[in-house]
């Protein structure tokens, strides 16, 4: 009996080694892995959102061929059309809109694609994004709008192309910020003067 206990603890033992080198090699190829293919295998994204953080459109098209839920969303919330936004990868976001991305899903965080292509600097996505019908006043749970974004960031030229969409200028996070005084507090000079003369309100 005495022989058979032992056999079985080395028995146990071995199992247990066998699973911690396992979880080692599992650790160590996510580790060194390219960065986007590593935050969706930390984040639970399948290959089309592993296309869109990569910016390969091939991959994105291929993805989608095989059957790829255009929609669907990573461990954090991010669908393939916020990452391909936020990346300012405007191929990859006219494919995944003409395949059906609805074009004003959020993240966790409230976060649409134009939002974050507008906190980026991304002018032709944030234009094809509208001409696609996002609705431009949407608001992150931060009550941060588009235009907030692009204020803060001293992009003018998305700025200005946001108010022509129709903007709220003087919409307020939930702070009490507008995008004015968050022009302001960046120090975007050229920005705060554009927004004075477009009518905002101190």
């Known amino acids: 009996m005495q022989n058979g206990n032992v056999l079985k603890h080395r028995g146990e033992g ?8 396992a979880f080692v090699l599992a650790v160590s190829a996510v580790m060194t892995a390219p960065m986007g293919a590593r935050a969706q ?10 296309a869109a953080v990569e910016n390969d459109f091939d991959a994105a098209r291929k993805a989608l061929l095989r059957g790829a839920n255009v929609n669907q969303r990573d461990g954090r919330g991010v669908t393939a059309l916020i990452y391909a936004a936020q990346n ?3 191929d990859v976001v ?8 609805q074009v004003d899903l959020t993240d966790r965080y409230g976060n649409t694609a134009l939002i974050m292509a507008a906190a980026n600097g991304h002018l032709s996505v944030v234009q094809m994004l509208l001409e696609r019908g996002a609705f431009v006043d949407a608001e992150n749970q931060q009550g941060e709008t588009a235009l907030m974004k692009a204020a803060a960031a001293g992009n003018l030229a998305i700025v200005s192309l946001l108010l022509a969409a129709g903007a709220d200028i003087n919409r307020s996070d939930y702070t009490g910020r507008t995008a004015l005084a968050m022009a302001r507090d ?3 000079r050229d920005v705060v003067d554009y927004l004075r003369r477009q009518g905002a309100k101190e």
């Open 14 to 21: 071995f199992r247990m080694w066998l699973a911690s080198v």
């Open 41 to 50: 295998s930390l984040f639970g994204g399948g290959e089309l959102i592993d």
């Open 88 to 90: 300012g990868s405007e």
């Open 94 to 101: 006219a494919l995944l809109l003409d395949n059906g991305a």
């Open 186 to 188: 960046a120090r975007k």
